[in-house]
């Protein structure tokens, strides 16, 4: 056996199997940490996942984590995060030119709790700027490319950590998801991207966009995967008062239960206009895989999905106008040389530090938001969402799953959607309302489309209920069996 | 509904942000395309129902205690500002003259 397939073998396991053996002592960490180092270098000038590698830190963690007895359940094992989550001493930037060369002063929660189980952060993987975007097109760095078709998106905004994750240059890793930034990229990649409940996970330490929607997930190469990161990541948190107290599960203990007597619903709405037809037959072949796996399969109706893109753009940018109001040039981030005053300061900072998106999204926001039109905009909005939840909550009575796309297309071209914003939002219309609705969802991968690129399926679930999410997703994987699938980069 | 230039520089600054001409008539259509589209949301009638901020209420709404804690330092809090001196970040002159 040549170095080469050593290298293979090592990056072809999953993160789950990876854990075992590094604990075993089959493997060690360093070992292990060197295969995706050598990986990044082999073929990430052509994906470009990643925004920051941090080669030294990441083999001092993992020779720290050989010498050590195991400190958790991913002891030894490298990830990456998304750089909109803070670490320690490693540069953040959130995708945003506005904030080159901060260094955050604390970890993330999400990181902290990571390293705690014994994951070795790997490095930072790129983004749309403040993880506004669905293709990571509007990063202030770099372009990301999907491992599946170079010239196509990886979807966004957690693209970097999609790509990264697909290409078997790191086993795991965490991204954000305010309208689908998880799942959308997952389903566009061929890996499993999870969004939990709004509350499961602390955001504390997260660079905030829109923080009644923002939630932090795991994407992996396997829904247990998936499960194993979530596990690490959730509960109850003192710095995020927005976290939920309740107990966490075992995300694993009934993952292979499968899906006899569940019942899953298919929203009609949800097979909207311009999907591409592929798609479509994609997740009906999912259902039916599913309902001969056990489940109980019937259509339902969530009937003000149709709003929920006008509400969501006008909720988002509200909050992501409040948000992003620290961005200065005073305390941190970049300030405009030869300012004359503070106001100067302000303006130009920001003029400076923001890319097109962000500047579009702030000026939606603080319109809806401001004297005259913030009843008829973002009150309105609120209400909207109100119905949108209420939809959930009674087909949630009805059914215990529901299924759909997580992206009604397939990876399109760089640069396609980048001039039209309407058509780019459209790409999050599947995944949005469960942000808006507070509710977990995962995106699992079910099929590939005649052109050769990845297509997920979406399950979302009641309040705090991603055991059945993860069950429902493990079930349709053992089926449809495309982890193995990888990209020939 | 249409945004014209003079409410876009408006909203421009109450973001502080200051804009290039070519970016001013550039958010006047954009915006006003996005605009129309959320506009479909006047024909929902919503009289009667409540606006909600968080749907899964069990985390929000929550707050801690307001104790003090000894947290940062000041140099800590100092280290990513674009400029400072002593212990203080600094900024242009605000008041002119010899207030």
Redesign the interface.
Known sequence: MGTGDRVTSVLDASLADTAARIAAKEVTSVEVTKACLARIAEIDGKVKAFLRVDAEGALREAAAADASSPRGPLHGVPVALKDNINTAGLETTAGSRILK???P?HDATVTARLRAAGAVVLGKTNLDEFAMGSSTENSGYQLTHNPYSLECTPGGSSGGSAAAVASGQVFGALGSDTGGSIRQPASLCNVVGLKP???RVSRSGVIAYAS?LDQVGPLARTVRDAALLLQAISGKD?HD??????AVPSFTEALDGGVKGLRIGLPREYFVEGMEPEVAAAIREAAETLRAAGAVVEDVSLP?T??A???Y??IATGEA?SNL?RY????????AAD??????????S??EG?G?EV??R???G??AL?AGYHD??Y?????????I?RDFEAVFQKVDVVLSAASPACAWKLGEKLED??AM?LMDVLTLPTN????PGISVPTAKSSAGLPIGAQLLGR??DEVTVLRAARALERERSLSDWRPNV | MKLDLAQVRHVAKLARLSLTPEEESKLVTQLSVVLDAVDTLAALDTQDVPPTTFAVTEGGGAVRVDEARDELSVESVLKNAPEKSGDSFTIPQVLDGNG
């Open positions: 060369g901060f260094v002063l409940t709004w509350g009644s003192p008062a927005t976290s939920a107290s309740r003000h149709r709003y893109m006008a509400a753009y006008l106008s109001a200065d040039g005073v305390r941190f981030g970049h300030r300012a004359k005053n503070l106001r100067e300061v302000y303006d130009r920001r003029a923001f097109a500047k579009r702030i000026m939606l603080t319109f401001s008829a905009y009150v309105k909005a609120q209400r909207v969402r109100t119905l939840a914003p309407l939002y808006l609705a507070g509710l309040p705090f």
